[in-house]
């Protein structure tokens, strides 16, 4: 089985711009989060979505959001970005995400770069 | 934000060798985890400890957890030069499913 999956591999964009990365769960999958790596640092969490549905939200401005399509995949944005955005963006997928120990699988991540 | 510190930030030892990293955390919590990340790409899930279990092991690793003074450590035995990588830790707190990471402890390990 395919594990989670993340496109693009890397992304450079330039500040004020927009950016969409996608994110595919491992199958049977329903719940998709998603995290900020900045270098030398451990990720921080933005989002986690479950059935379509927002479950949690970490410490981000309203420039970042999220949405899970009907197949559990999921897209990030980030609109007017910043050189600050310069980062690992990581998805997780969950069986379902509101279990405790519910084991979070991670995606090869997004470099994200911004001039 | 971060949940804690990560003890050491950088280690570095002989193959063969064990390497012991310290985490803490602030919070209460379910579980705590550990992930180990290569050069920047995707975080691979090692083992989970539960707030009511003191000790867990698999394969190499060791791991143990200390909730009166929110703490726990993982322990390596017999590292190979393939273990070279950073190691977090992670807890899940209480009412919230999300992962707080720590900062993370980079291990060398030199064959």
């Known amino acids: 089985d395919a594990g989670v999956t993340q496109s693009p591999t890397h992304l450079i964009k330039t500040r004020g711009q927009h950016v969409t990365l996608r994110c595919s769960p491992i199958?049977?999958?329903?719940?998709v989060s998603w995290y900020q790596q900045v270098l030398g640092q451990g990720p921080q969490f933005i989002f986690q979505?479950?059935?379509?549905?927002?479950?949690g939200r970490g410490n981000f401005p309203d420039r970042f959001s999220a949405r899970q399509f009907p197949n559990y995949s999921s897209e990030l944005n980030v609109n007017a970005l910043l050189l600050g955005d310069s980062a690992l963006y990581l998805c997780?997928?969950?069986?379902?995400?509101?279990?405790?120990?519910?084991?979070?699988?991670f995606g090869p991540g997004t470099r994200l770069t911004v001039l | 934000s971060q949940q804690g510190e990560e003890d050491p930030q950088a280690l570095s030892i002989q193959e063969g060798e064990n390497a012991t990293m310290n985490c803490s955390y602030k919070t209460s919590i379910n579980n705590l985890q550990w992930y180990r990340q290569n050069s920047g790409r995707g975080l691979v899930h090692l083992i989970l400890i539960r707030s009511n279990e003191r000790e867990k092991h698999s394969g190499r690793l060791r791991v143990t957890l200390d909730t009166s003074k929110k703490s726990s450590s993982l322990l390596i035995t017999a590292s190979r030069a393939a273990d070279t990588a950073s190691y977090f830790c992670?807890?899940?707190?209480?009412?919230?499913?999300?992962?707080?990471f720590g900062s993370g402890t980079r291990l060398q390990v030199q064959p």
């Open positions: 979505y479950y059935e379509k549905e927002e479950r």
């Open positions: 992670a807890t899940e707190d209480t009412g919230r499913r999300a992962l707080t």
């Open positions: 199958s049977g999958h329903k719940s």
């Open positions: 997780a997928s969950s069986l379902d995400g509101l279990r405790s120990a519910d084991t979070q699988y």
